[in-house]
């Protein structure tokens, strides 16, 4: 575990108990730690982390029990990838890249497809028609 989390929990700690001692539970230090603490989980953490230079919760990353049991998700590109063959994979509406989240392969049965090609061929279909009626004026 890295000291800095022990530091900040044992200063948070202490002078939480002579605040609630005091009765003064209205303060603005202890409001500013609980603000700036780093939790496991939170979505908003990678604003906290901007104002600390090194990593405060700990990397339980390299433990070999976790990877032998597959917890820990490698961070490499897969070998089968778009990136590793060099090709970009056709482009769909959600606009992840292929990589370690995505494969590139597309699933659907195609009916997105059909869909939009349908509503881009409506949309010119109108478009020529307007420019043609507009077109002596």
């Not at 979505?43 to 070999?64: C, F, R, T, Y």
Request: proline content about 4%.
């Amino acid at each position: 575990m890295n000291s800095k989390y022990f530091e900040i929990k044992d200063v948070f700690c202490s002078r939480l108990v002579d605040k609630i001692r005091m009765g003064q539970r209205d303060d603005d230090d202890l409001n500013d730690i609980q603000k700036n603490a780093v939790r496991w989980g939170d979505p908003m953490a990678h604003l906290v982390k901007k104002k600390h230079s090194e990593v405060v919760l700990p990397d339980i990353g390299d433990n070999e029990r976790m990877k032998e049991s597959g917890f820990i998700i490698p961070q490499e590109v897969p070998k089968h990838s778009w990136l590793k063959k060099g090709l970009d994979a056709a482009p769909y509406r959600y606009g992840i890249k292929s990589g370690r989240h995505w494969d590139g392969v597309d699933r659907s049965n195609g009916f997105e497809k059909q869909m939009f090609n349908r509503q881009n061929m409506k949309q010119a279909t109108e478009r020529e028609a307007y420019l043609w009626s507009v077109a002596d004026m």
